[in-house]
């Protein structure tokens, strides 16, 4: 499976996504840019991502802790999510994710 | 800034539970520990990021969250006596003449000691600052990311921006001496202690303050003042008009003046050898997820067992001439002793 992520130059990467690994760590093993400090517990907000508006309706709604975990992002918005809680499933294939500033 | 000047056996940089199981080590070896920490308090990362998130892979313990990592570290430490100094950065360390060195700290503080610990995990936890470009200039100035003098914010029009418990505590202690006072949050919710939040939601039925939900998007204003911050909500983005901003948006993970020790880096970690761990400067350790080695795992596990074989080759260092004596803690009346086993038991009785 594939994930798309757009790095924070602007430039979009393929990514070989391994099933049930997070998105977090696809990019980070990826090699890209991404601070993801807390490691993908949820706890820093620092793995913040924009998801493509069109694939925010395809994948599972943040947690609440997701949510107050984000308070810690900045210029979050409707496609504001934290890559360590996105999963690569069958049905995420082709997800594309842009880095948000602030997370690296 | 004070200075005063304090001797040990061994500075370790960082109080996490890589560097608290450090005390425990060298203090088996008659070794004296004082501790240097950024934040108010030990655990490092385990207090500051996920202190009630659980734990499953420390050895014989099957469960606990990482305060309670940290509360039990502390208690086994505790026969050694280390001493803290916590709200401080190490600022820089020198080589003394006698191959001792002296680490100072941001606030003044100078430890004379034999051997230096770098246990300084992923670096210091500073503000997260808001990716706005050009906000440099503003900081120290119109813009904080802490209260160090409240006095200083008297008659001001001040904006503090976050969610969580320092900004709702700010804006409690803050708004009896602003001129004016709003709080910026992204969303009509708030991670922060509800009495506390009880008491700001309070104070904006009385007027006496404003709740703007909504995120920071820039700043306006010429020499480091600012004169409006350009706020953008669901209708669209606005000029807000204010004098002061302070921004609690929580802590980050920066590497800071450790960089500039003289340790050789490689990507923001300190390379060692696996034999003891020493760094390239002799008697200055590197242990935790601040080193790298080949095969190594940023775990918890390794930094204790990193700060076994640190302490043995730091003995060196600290008791020249004196014999390294290997024991067991099982055994060892000698490590019983120190560790007050006898008093403990008597205590039991």
Request: charged fraction near 25%; charge should be negative.
């Amino acid at each position: 499976m594939k994930i798309l992520v757009t790095d924070k130059d602007g430039q979009e990467h393929t990514l070989e996504g391994t099933k049930d690994w997070s998105v977090m760590e696809v990019i980070r093993d990826g090699g890209l840019e991404m601070l993801a400090q807390c490691g993908g517990s949820c706890a820093c907000a620092t793995c913040h991502v924009y998801v493509d508006e069109a694939w925010i309706s395809k994948i599972p709604e943040p947690t609440e802790e997701e949510i107050g975990m984000l308070d810690g992002a900045f210029n979050v918005n409707d496609q504001s999510r934290l890559s360590c809680q996105l999963f690569c499933t069958d049905e995420a294939d082709g997800l594309k994710v842009t880095i948000a500033p602030g997370s690296y | 800034m004070t200075e005063t000047i304090e001797k040990t056996d061994v500075v370790i940089i960082g109080a996490g539970p890589t560097g608290l199981f450090a005390v425990f080590e060298l203090g088996l070896n008659d070794m004296k520990c004082h501790l240097i920490d950024i934040l108010d308090r030990p655990g490092g990362q385990c207090a500051e990021l996920y202190p009630e998130k659980p734990i499953y892979d420390i050895p014989a313990i099957p469960m606990c969250t990482g305060q309670e990592l940290t509360d039990r570290l502390m208690e086994q430490i505790k026969p050694f006596n280390p001493v803290f100094h916590l709200s401080q950065m190490a600022d820089k360390i020198e080589k003394q003449e006698d191959g001792s060195w002296n680490v100072t700290t941001d606030r003044g503080t100078i430890i004379n000691t034999k051997v230096v610990v770098v246990a300084a995990g992923g670096g210091s936890f500073v503000p997260k600052k808001p990716p706005i470009k050009g906000i440099e200039a503003y900081e120290g100035n119109s813009l904080f990311y802490s209260v160090k003098k409240m006095e200083q914010f008297r008659d001001k029009c001040v904006v503090i921006a976050g969610g969580g418990d320092s900004a709702l505590d700010w804006v409690v202690n803050l708004q009896p001496i602003v001129k004016e006072l709003t709080l910026v949050h992204r969303r009509d919710d708030f991670r922060a202690a509800p009495d506390t939040v009880a008491k700001m939601r309070a104070l904006v039925a009385e007027n006496k303050m404003t709740l703007k939900i909504a995120q920071i998007m820039s700043l306006k204003g010429d020499n480091g003042q600012i004169n409006a911050l350009a706020l953008k909500d669901e209708t669209g983005e606005k000029d807000y008009a204010c004098d002061t901003l302070l921004a609690f948006y929580g802590l980050t993970m920066k590497l800071g003046p450790v960089a500039g020790f003289g340790i050789e880096f490689q990507n923001e970690v300190i390379p060692v050898n696996t034999a003891n761990f020493e760094t390239n400067l002799p008697g200055v350790f590197a242990i935790g997820d601040i080193n790298t080695y080949p095969g190594k795992m940023k775990l918890i596990l390794s930094g204790f067992h990193e700060a076994a074989l640190m302490a043995k080759k730091a003995f060196e260092y600290v008791h020249p001439g004196r014999k390294y004596r290997f024991q067991y803690t099982t055994s060892s009346s000698d490590l019983q002793n120190k560790l007050g086993v006898e008093e403990k038991q008597e205590q039991a009785a």
